[in-house]
């Protein structure tokens, strides 16, 4: 079956720095990937859509110059955390969509735990 | 606005005792989708179902059984003779089409006692 790879699966890292997360489909053309974060016994709310060759659409309140989302290829979409600060600390995951929308279902990663001191 | 509820933030049975996890939603798409995910403590989302608004057939599945009610807008989940490994977070979310983006509700915390 469709399979989504996210990596690092999880990464502690000093404030300040960036951080990039990567969401591959291996193997299926992810036209669209949604980036989702959760804090700490929260749930999960959706931070941004991603369009292949496309500028990501952000939710409300999400800083699109803090979280850069890049979604250059059919394959791979990036979320780079800038001047990560421990606010930023949270589980953050992927899901791609295939070819076929409205109907073709989406396939989570496994998730990234970011971790900042 | 698409809305998902979970009331039950925390649950604690015994093993073997039956448990459900209650979900109900709020949209006003006649055309919608629903979902249930276990998720671990490891943190990865583990697909349980996906039950399109047109379809109210009750679905089991091993020790796992969901009642769709439209008129109610629930979509309640049952676990049977509950074990162990069924310990996680369960969330149901929502979303307009299985490639949309998804709604989750906030989460049941299911831990069964040995």
């Known amino acids: 079956g469709a399979v989504v790879s996210q990596h690092p699966s999880w990464v502690i890292c000093k404030s300040g720095t960036s951080v990039k997360i990567e969401c591959r489909s291996l193997?299926?053309?992810?036209?669209?990937m949604f980036w989702y974060r959760q804090f700490p016994k929260q749930s999960l709310m959706l931070m941004a859509t991603s369009n292949e060759g496309s500028k990501a659409t952000y939710e409300q309140g999400v800083e699109k110059d803090k979280f850069l989302i890049n979604h250059a290829s059919l394959t791979l979409s990036t979320l780079t955390v800038t001047s990560a600060h421990p606010e930023d600390s949270s589980f953050y995951i992927c899901?791609?969509?295939?070819?076929?929308?409205?109907?073709?279902?989406?396939?989570f990663g496994d998730g990234t735990r970011l971790s900042i001191l | 606005a698409q809305k998902v509820t979970q009331a039950q933030t925390e649950i604690s049975v015994v093993e073997k005792e039956d448990v459900t996890l209650d979900c109900v939603y709020e949209?006003?798409?006649?055309?919608?989708?629903l979902f249930w995910y276990k998720q671990p403590p490891s943190g990865e989302l583990v697909f349980l179902i996906r039950r399109n608004s047109f379809d109210e057939q009750n679905e089991i599945s091993g020790r796992y059984s969901w009642n769709f009610q439209k008129s109610t807008s629930s979509f309640n989940f049952t676990i049977t003779a509950s074990q162990v490994v069924d310990s996680a977070v369960y969330f149901c979310a929502l979303s307009e089409g299985p490639g949309n983006q998804f709604y989750f509700g906030t989460g049941t915390s299911l831990t069964v006692i040995p």
């Open positions: 899901s791609a969509r295939g070819r076929g929308f409205p109907n073709q279902p989406q396939h």
């Open positions: 949209t006003r798409d006649t055309t919608y989708y």
């Open positions: 193997d299926f053309q992810a036209t669209t």
